[in-house]
């Protein structure tokens, strides 16, 4: 069984950035397709960002040029890169395989992100 341990999260000012990690335990194969996920207050959870286990990777239109998604698969970590941070990207953030947020199962604990002055 895999464990996703997110981390990274905290109060930023618009315009801010911020770096999230998420770390993988048990059987975590460095293939696996990965997303990171944010439900913002009284929202629907939604699909922010997504790497491949080959790199490739794609973000939600509100995302494109502020987020990265990259990974280290020797320490079965995935990272995202948030800048020129915005009140609307307030939320909590996950991180999942892609395969297992489709069926929703297997969420981490998550990790807070807000932004306000």
């Known amino acids: 069984q895999v464990q996703f341990v997110e981390s990274g999260g905290g109060l930023v000012q618009p315009g801010g950035s911020l770096t999230l990690s998420c770390v993988a335990s048990?059987?975590?194969?460095?293939?696996?397709?990965m997303g990171w996920y944010r439900q913002a207050p009284g929202k629907r959870r939604e699909r922010v960002a997504t790497?491949?286990?080959?790199?490739?990777?794609d973000y939600i239109d509100s995302a494109k040029g502020r987020f990265t998604v990259s990974r280290n698969s020797t320490k079965s970590t995935v990272y995202l890169q948030m800048n020129s941070l915005k009140p609307e990207d307030t939320g909590v953030y996950y991180c999942?395989?892609?395969?297992?947020?489709?069926?929703?199962?297997?969420w981490g604990q998550g990790t807070q992100v807000t932004v306000s002055s």
């Open positions: 790497i491949s286990g080959t790199g490739r990777t």
């Open positions: 999942n395989r892609l395969m297992w947020a489709d069926r929703n199962n297997n």
């Open positions: 048990g059987s975590f194969d460095s293939l696996y397709n």
